[in-house]
Structures are given as C-alpha cells and as structure tokens.
Nanobody, 124 residues
Framework: QVQLIESGGGLVQAGGSLRLSCAAS????????MGWFRQAPGKEREFVAV????????DYSDSVKGRFTISRDNAKYTVYLQMNSLKPEDTAVYYC?????????????????WGQGTQVSVSS
C-alpha cells in the first residue's frame, strides 16, 4: 500500500513562493503518475498539476499555469510543487495523489492513493 506524506505548506504573502513536497513509500513509485490537487473551504477538490511516470509530461490547471511547476525525483520517491507568484485565491489544503496506471488524468477517480494534505495560506 502506497503512503504519501506532504510537507512544505505554510503562510506566505501574496507574490511569495512555497515549495511543497510529497514523499511516497513503495519501490514502484517511478511507475506512477503523480498529481497535486487542492481544496479551498466550501469548494470541491480541484486538479492543480500532474506529472506522468517518466517525468517528461506535465499538465497544469489554467489557474496555476506559468506560476506553478511540478517535478519529481524518482530516486528519492518524491514529487514537488514549486509555487511562485502566489495569490490569495491559491489558499487551500493541497493534496498529492498517485495514479497507479501512470497515465495521470485530471479527475480524482484516476488516483488510488492520497496524502493527508498540507495547508497553504496566502495573505493579501
């Protein structure tokens, strides 16, 4: 069973940066697509970014494109989300998730394992 543990959240001023990390257990990490999702209070959990198993293919939601970068280090079983030019509307709990198929879609049902989430708060 894959376990995912996020870290790196916190409080930052608008325009600032944070880097989230997600450490995974399991030696088959390199086969998974890894996604980041977020959920703001009173809203549905939404797709943020995904990186496919080989690391060469990534996708982003329109709201974060050009500001966020997803990357992975398969040797460290870790996926990252570098968040720059943060806005108050980026405030949410951020979750990483594993898609065991490796394909990496945008919908939550594609993902079979989830972390516990890390809070990101951006002040104006």
């Amino acid at each position: 069973q894959v376990q995912l543990i996020e870290s790196g959240g916190g409080l930052v001023q608008a325009g600032g940066s944070l880097r989230l990390s997600c450490a995974a257990s399991g030696r088959t990490f390199s086969r998974y697509a890894m996604g980041w999702f977020r959920q703001a209070p009173g809203k549905e959990r939404e797709f943020v970014a995904v990186i496919r198993w080989n690391g060469d293919s990534t996708d982003y939601s329109d709201s974060v494109k050009g500001r966020f970068t997803i990357s992975r280090d398969n040797a460290k079983y870790t996926v990252y989300l570098q968040m720059n030019s943060l806005k108050p509307e980026d405030t949410a709990v951020y979750y990483c998730a594993a898609d065991f198929s490796g394909r990496g879609g945008y919908a939550r049902f594609n993902y079979g394992a989830w972390g516990q989430g890390t809070q990101v708060s951006v002040s104006s």
